[in-house]
């Protein structure tokens, strides 16, 4: 059999692209993300320098990050946008070998967040779209991006244990290429907009997606002191760098079926209320975050949020592009990048360390408790009220 014909009739189906974009997508940073801080460290960076490092990221997606993403609607050019961001990104890795100083690194990690911001809001608008144009189950396809992730840190962990972090950014350079091919075959199907059209300075107007877009933001608060502080307290309760790489993976690892399962969650009980659950579920995970008293126990929190995380991105992904017009998908995308992985680490990320530093783990988490409850408050005041049900005329509002 000619394994060419087979490979490209396979990619006519939009399930197929979907899930395997998401696959190699994360399955690439998964190579290097969660390693890149322990790298910036063996070169000799103090924990002030790397903070300044990691703000980069974040405040790219909140400010360059939604503007591409427009520039790419503007145009109907989202996969030459797509294409582009990842040949920069394959330049950046490829270089990041040589420098060994602050500012040699600083610059990089600056071009790299630029060129970054815009990748996930405008993939994730192509893909839920088409998962909506052909009627799929885009959850399904998600999950593939949870599975590679998961399995590929840990593989990353064991190669890089081996053979040093030399030629990790090699490998996740060359890791680019599939995602690269593959987004030749994403879609560019939704229509390019009208001139006369501001509709997103119009998204202020639309009551339940700027309760969405608060409700990222507070739920980042959390979210991220469980991805900074994480691995630091379990290790605080005795806890091994296995049981480092298993509070990471198994909560990668729960997002797989709860994500494959939530589109069927959606259409049974409305997309508000598993959005609300899912809310609940990271309040849930946030206390167990607070109270743990072993490594286990923290384990289980993590399984936890991965419920809660697994079913609050894509509900709310798929919320988002059900209410915009087809042609600003980006747009609204980016803009709740821009509140949950943007706004939400900025504003907290040093609150958080100096809560944690002062007073430890309980009082950092149960503060992440709080901040998650307010959002559970708000998001069932906009069920209540209806403004998930309204219908808003783009044109005229």
């Not at 399995?151 to 290429?177: D, H, K, Q, R, S």
């Amino acid at each position: 059999m000619d394994i060419v014909p087979m490979i490209t009739n396979r990619l006519r189906n939009p399930a197929t692209i979907g899930s395997a974009y998401y696959l190699f997508f994360w399955s690439m940073f998964a190579l290097y993300i969660p390693f890149f801080n322990v790298y910036l460290k063996e070169l000799g960076l103090t924990g002030v320098q790397i903070g300044i490092v990691g703000a980069l990221s974040p405040l790219m997606v909140l400010t360059v990050g939604p503007m591409v993403s427009a520039m790419a609607d503007r145009r109907s050019q989202r996969r030459r946008f797509l294409r582009f961001s990842f040949i920069g990104l394959a330049i950046v890795l490829l270089l990041y070998r040589f420098p060994t100083s602050f500012w040699g690194i600083f610059v990089l990690v600056l071009f790299e967040a630029t060129i970054r911001s815009p990748m996930i809001p405008i993939a994730d608008s192509i893909i839920v779209r088409m998962a909506t144009n052909n009627g799929l189950n885009y959850g399904g396809m998600r999950m593939w991006g949870s599975l590679g992730f998961a399995v590929m840190a840990i593989m990353g962990g064991i190669l890089w244990g081996n053979y040093g972090y030399t030629p990790m950014f090699m490998v996740t350079a060359v890791a680019i290429i599939p995602s690269l091919w593959l987004t030749n075959h994403l879609p560019e199907t939704t229509p390019r907009p009208t001139k006369s059209r501001r509709i997103p300075r119009q998204f202020i107007h639309d009551p339940a997606l700027l309760t969405m877009y608060i409700g990222a933001l507070l739920v980042g608060v959390g979210l991220f002191a469980t991805m900074i502080f994480g691995g630091i307290h379990i290790v605080q309760l005795g806890g091994t760098q296995l049981h480092v790489g298993l509070l990471f993976g198994l909560s990668a690892l729960t997002e797989v079926p709860i994500m494959r399962s939530s589109d069927w969650l959606i259409a049974r009980f409305r997309g508000e209320r598993v959005l609300l659950f899912s809310y609940i579920m990271l309040g849930i995970s946030f206390v167990a975050y607070a109270v743990a008293w072993s490594p286990w126990a923290l384990i289980v929190g993590a399984i936890i949020k991965g419920v809660g995380y697994g079913l609050f991105f894509v509900v709310t992904v798929r919320l988002i592009d059900s209410r915009v017009p087809a042609e600003w998908v980006s747009t609204a995308q980016s803009l709740y990048a821009a509140c949950f992985m943007g706004l939400s680490p900025l504003l907290t990320t040093a609150l958080s360390g100096y809560v944690f530093d002062k007073w430890g783990a309980g009082y950092l988490f149960g503060g992440s408790t709080a901040v998650v409850v307010i959002a559970v408050i708000l998001l069932a005041f906009a069920s209540h009220r209806g403004w998930f049900n309204q219908t808003i005329d783009w044109e005229t509002s």
